[in-house]
């Protein structure tokens, strides 16, 4: 800390603002937390001199060559020794723009304020707590939780987009209240907490895992024993319910990260290589589990942003997992709502959570229904016309004889009232219309999901001949396109890691399709396989087919009681 007087010259009674001679009095252990142009309570104020810094000379450099001066007595000593320190003394006032430090609002909180008044230190922290971010705050990179990046370890840079013009800061302004700013993930987490977005969340989640998969060979070959293997392992490496968590975290953060562990560990190494699928890095019985990561635990280590032709043009290369270095391809990345590129640091890589899409839809619908209840609470008042001159000078008479009524009010009470004065009437607001407007505010939530009423709510279509068929059977279409989005790839690599980890070799021929959610009952499917029935028989009596074909087709049908047998062999009769 330094304090600067400005003192008249010797043998001068006045001094022109141009000649006046500073004197710097260090304190080491005090720390400076007065805002600029404040002193300390126990030392005057003084005028701030026009003079301007040497240009040839930073600030540290002239600093330096004041001598400090170290006393404790009264202001007498400070001139008495003024004298011998003016002639190494120079004339320069320090720009006044430098930063003031703040210390932390909890530090000033631990100390009792004098007579009632904040600390500027505090008070200056609350200015700021409330001032609104800046305009470029929307694509400043996501900053993730101290501990997920490696030690001595650079964060990348990245540029605002914002530009200058009025318009776009002020479209940036109220990005923030219009929710389209990452809100990061402990608010998001938060949310999560809430049985609106945990159901939106969870009805595409289970739904898209419910029917599965079905494995099955290309061509006429026959595989079953292998697609056995398959199987076993899909329910070894619990890949079901893994992928219902990805599709979880993916409405609720917007990504979700599946880990591939091969049986590498951060002190044996080799996490940061890249995982290929080739039997010469992915050995037999190496694949040991599907680990899936919440994504508030990692965080982007390097990708492009120089060539939008390069491959890893805004695609990570590496990640960091809690200070553990991985190679992107170890990391199977589910995102359903990807954001632009320029956005993409700000999401961490992620997408657009179905929360943060959602929160404006369900913030309505917590309004009407607060505010329905509130007005179902008290929609009716009682109002007594009484001669209220009579109770000027009695107040307390009325007050309770009001609040007798209102302790005793109930279908067997009794109001006394003096027929000729007073009148007692019931006001009631209307109730009409409020269950469809609190119903419109709930089918609004069902709109940013996508999903039929009835799947959210389990409340029926009411009505004649109401049925909500035709919203499930859209809603299916949605979830099988939700299915090849998202799982497709993924599920992919997953099986060409299992292939390679039984058998040392990918297998072509061994494909899988999502299985239809659209199940009929078993008197419609009786009829569809009698209807097949006769027409393949038709088909072999016009010699367009063959028994054997007739019977191939039969062994692949999935909807057949005879699913399975074997294709190539015919009965003998």
Not at 381 to 393: E, F, G, H
Request: overall charge neutral; hydrophobic content about 35%; proline content about 9%.
């Amino acid at each position: 800390m330094a304090l600067h007087f400005f003192l008249p010259s010797p043998g001068e009674k006045t001094a022109h603002p141009a000649l006046r001679l500073r004197l710097v009095i260090r304190f080491p252990s005090m720390p400076f937390h007065h805002a600029r142009g404040h002193m300390p309570p126990f030392f005057p104020a003084c005028p701030a001199s026009p003079q301007q810094p040497d240009p040839e000379k930073s600030l540290p450099e002239a600093q330096s060559e004041n001598r400090p001066l170290q006393t404790t007595g009264p202001f007498k000593s400070f001139f008495k020794r003024l004298s011998h320190a003016l002639p190494h003394t120079r004339t320069f006032q320090p720009d006044r723009r430098e930063p003031t430090l703040t210390p932390p609002l909890g530090q000033h909180l631990r100390k009792p304020a004098a007579n009632g008044v904040l600390p500027n230190g505090m008070a200056d922290a609350l200015r700021s707590s409330n001032a609104p971010s800046p305009p470029h705050a929307q694509f400043r990179s996501y900053q993730p939780p101290k501990g997920v990046r490696g030690d001595n370890r650079t964060h990348l840079a990245f540029d605002s987009a914002a530009s200058s013009q009025p318009a776009t800061l002020a479209w940036l302004r109220n990005a923030a209240g219009e929710g389209t700013v990452f809100p990061g993930y402990p608010h998001l987490a938060e949310l999560a907490q809430r049985a609106e977005y945990r159901h939106m969340v969870e009805v595409i989640a289970t739904e898209a895992t419910r029917e599965w998969i079905v494995f099955r060979t290309r061509g006429a070959t026959t595989k079953q024993a292998r697609i056995a293997e398959i199987e076993a392992e899909f329910t070894r490496l619990n890949v079901r319910d893994v992928l219902r968590r990805m599709a979880e975290y993916d409405g609720y953060y917007g990504m979700g990260l599946l880990y591939v562990d091969t049986g590498l560990s951060q002190t044996t190494g080799g996490r940061e290589a890249p995982l290929l699928l080739k039997p010469e890095t992915v050995r037999k019985g190496t694949l040991r589990a599907l680990v899936p990561i919440d994504p508030v635990w990692t965080t982007p280590d390097s990708y492009g942003t120089a060539d939008p032709l390069s491959p890893d043009f805004y695609q990570p290369t590496h990640w960091w997992v809690q200070g553990s270095l991985i190679h992107s391809t170890r990391l199977l990345r589910f995102v359903s709502r990807d954001v632009p590129d320029i956005l993409k640091p700000a999401y961490n890589f992620g997408g657009l959570s179905l929360s943060q899409m959602a929160q404006p839809y369900v913030n309505n619908w917590l309004r009407t229904r607060q505010s329905v209840s509130d007005l179902l609470n008290a929609f009716s008042i009682v109002a007594l016309s009484t001669d209220m001159a009579a109770y000027a000078q009695d107040p307390e008479g009325l007050l309770s004889r009001v609040e007798a009524f209102n302790r005793f009010r109930s279908n067997r009470g009794t109001f006394v009232l003096d027929k000729e004065r007073e009148k007692l009437d019931l006001l009631a607001a209307p109730l009409s219309g409020l269950d469809r407007l609190q119903a419109q505010a709930q089918e609004q939530m069902c709109s940013v999901a996508q999903e039929p009423l009835v799947k959210f709510t389990g409340i029926t279509p009411s009505g004649l001949n109401a049925s909500a068929e035709g919203e499930i059977r859209v809603f299916y279409d949605r979830i099988h396109a939700f299915q090849e989005n998202v799982f497709r790839t993924p599920l992919t690599t997953i099986l060409h890691l299992i292939m390679l980890n039984l058998w040392g070799e990918i297998d072509p021929d061994i494909t899988f399709s999502f299985a239809s959610l659209w199940q009929m009952d078993e008197a419609t499917q009786a009829n569809v396989q009698k209807t097949r029935t006769e027409i393949d028989a038709q088909n072999i009596r016009a010699g367009i087919v063959t028994p054997q074909e007739a019977r191939s087709r039969t062994a692949h049908d999935l909807h057949s009681p005879y699913d399975g047998i074997p294709a190539n062999r015919t009965p003998d009769f």
